[in-house]
């Protein structure tokens, strides 16, 4: 004869397992829907970004507004943008950076400049527009901080 307690102690660890399967069942569609949402979103974004990658390859520079103020956006370099399509202030700084006997810290560029290199809050603006220089592709960062010109 089967021990009573024995069988109580079966059925209900039985009941668990049931309800833990039907816990797990829910948990692995809800993760199947979100992981068919990220795979969509993400072909979204893919075709977004080529399309921005597209639009900005044939964009000229073009005055925007940020923050209520007039910004010159700058243009990625291809070979059929030429260096005088850069803002001025832009145009000098790759100028500084080629005139230099080689790589050039922030601080180098910004004495060629006539930047007060002594107050941080003069030098860091001029750093950003190295930077928005090397990504746009008119200049390049050495892994020591250091900027020089494309080859």
Request: charged share 30%.
């Amino acid at each position: 004869m089967v021990d009573p307690k024995l069988l109580e102690r079966i059925t209900a660890r039985r009941a668990e397992l049931d309800e833990l399967e039907e816990q797990l069942a829910k948990q692995l569609t809800e993760v199947r829907a979100e992981r068919d949402e990220l795979a969509v979103a993400e072909r979204v974004f893919e075709r977004m970004s080529e399309q921005i990658a597209d639009e900005r390859a044939s964009a000229a520079p073009m005055s925007g507004q940020v923050g209520g103020q007039a910004v010159m956006l700058i243009p990625h370099r291809t070979p059929d943008v030429e260096e005088t399509m850069l803002p001025p202030d832009y145009q000098r700084i790759v100028a500084a950076v080629r005139q230099a006997a080689g790589p050039v810290m922030a601080r180098q560029v910004g004495e060629m400049l006539g930047v007060d290199v002594s107050v941080r809050a003069k030098l860091e603006p001029l750093r950003g527009r190295l930077v928005r220089l090397v990504d746009r592709g008119w200049l390049r960062k050495l892994p020591d901080g250091r900027f020089t010109t494309r080859l």
